[in-house]
């Protein structure tokens, strides 16, 4: 654990608001920062694209600085990219949407927490699958919220049950959390789960609140079911989405929430009070990832599909792993037996043989015994890195 981790976590100085300690320890620093101090690592860790950004997309954002789009932009987002985004968003969903329905963030993670915060509050509860993005469960307890968890599992593709969801809302339930495809599982929900839990939640008043930073990394031509395609109006939805997993542009800061005009004024008013506005300069360069060419997209997604099918097969032969198919991102969550303590196995392979991965237990309680791999590499690193831990798994007696 690095000296800052350290300091952040264990203090016992009393200027910390005590909410901090929702925080857990970034399971995913933690490895990150031992694998750093190390040499010949190879990583199936990585939450963000390999490819580049479309030299388009960098084109105008090189442009928008030339051209002095250095200042703030109004405070919902740059007009032209609102534009964009409606009508990007209309075609898409079939929804007839308008500017006034979004706002822009810095990156998905910002929308992330203006919705969460701007909705947990003590006595409140929040319906999230479990294992899940590690972001939403500590924001809802940061702010009084309680989070009540629907476990999935790899042994059924981690696929939530609606029926489940249904049965877990209760009178204080404010709010269901959906990501899909999930980051850690991959998994793509069905239309059908969907429109489910998005009809019920309408029907009982609460909003669903939907994590869509993934939804264009989904293979096999498999049908994608944006909550925006699922709802027959905005005022229980909220979604989420950035342009930075599908355009690699993680570090350029551009996300965005689409809610009702009503929502997005509320949530204006609160963006004002974090970030103000997101990045001008790359605002302009998503302008040129939406109205530019999008090839890259279908080119990014058919690399990762021969990715996933080789790490697919990988984890079939690997011992004591139990793989599935998942359907989008660039994540798979294999499952060890059942007590086997994903945290010790993580920092053992990483230790003995130099490949790191990313425990279960980062994202949430019920997969302790799950590791995290991301595709997000290349074909030669996911096949090196089997060539050690396969031997290594057959070593190991888990029983
Ligand atoms: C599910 C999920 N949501 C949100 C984010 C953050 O996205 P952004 O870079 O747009 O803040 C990530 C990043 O890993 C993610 O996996």
Redo the contacts with the bound molecule.
């Keep these: 654990m690095s000296r800052l981790d350290f300091d952040f976590y264990e203090s016992e100085d009393p200027v910390w608001n005590p909410a901090l300690l929702t925080i857990p320890v970034p399971g995913i620093r933690k490895m990150v920062n031992m694998a750093a101090s190390m040499e010949d690592v190879i990583h199936l860790s990585i ?2 694209p390999d490819a580049p950004t479309p030299p388009h997309v960098v084109q105008a954002t090189v442009d928008a600085l030339n051209a002095g789009q250095t200042g703030y932009t109004m405070d919902a987002g740059l007009p032209e990219l609102l534009d964009a985004l409606a009508e990007y968003y209309g075609e898409r969903s079939g929804r007839a949407l308008s500017p006034e329905n979004i706002l822009v963030t ?5 929308a ?1 927490y203006l919705a969460l915060t701007a909705v947990s509050a003590p006595g409140r509860e929040f319906i999230v699958p479990d294992p899940s ?1 590690m ?1 939403y469960a500590p924001l809802i307890r940061m702010n009084g919220g309680e989070v009540k968890c629907i476990p999935t599992r790899a042994e059924n593709n981690h696929q939530l049950d609606p029926q489940e969801v249904i049965d877990a809302i209760d009178t204080n339930t404010h709010a269901i959390i959906l ?1 899909s495809p ?2 850690p599982t991959g998994t793509v929900y069905p239309r059908e789960t969907v429109e489910t839990i998005v009809q019920e939640a309408a029907y009982r008043g609460i909003y669903v609140i939907s ?1 869509e ?2 939804d264009h990394l989904i293979y096999d031509d498999r049908d994608y079911a944006s909550v925006l395609s699922c709802c027959s109006d905005l005022d229980h939805v909220m979604v ?1 989405s ?4 599908t355009f690699s542009m ?1 570090g350029m ?3 965005w929430l689409i809610a009702s005009q009503g929502a997005i004024r509320k949530l204006r008013r609160y963006h004002m009070f974090t970030t103000t506005v997101a990045n001008t300069p790359c605002q302009w360069g998503g302008v040129a990832a939406l109205k530019g060419d999008r090839s890259c997209v279908s080119e990014v997604v058919s690399t990762y599909k021969k990715r996933r099918n080789r790490l697919v097969e990988l984890v079939d032969e690997t011992p004591f792993l139990e793989g599935y198919v998942p359907e989008g ?1 660039f994540y798979m969550f294999p499952a060890l037996p059942e007590g086997v303590n994903g945290n010790n196995v993580a920092l053992r392979l990483l230790r003995e043989t130099g490949v790191c991965t990313i425990a279960g237990d980062t994202f949430g309680e019920s997969s302790r015994n799950a590791l995290r791999f991301s595709y997000a590499t290349s074909i030669e690193n996911i096949e090196r890195a089997f060539e050690r831990i396969i031997p290594w798994m057959e070593k190991q007696d888990f029983g």
């Design positions: 939450g963000q810095t990156g998905a993670t910002e992330i993005f972001l990501n999930s980051n994590d930073v993934y989420i950035s342009f930075s997993k993680a800061r551009v996300g991102a």
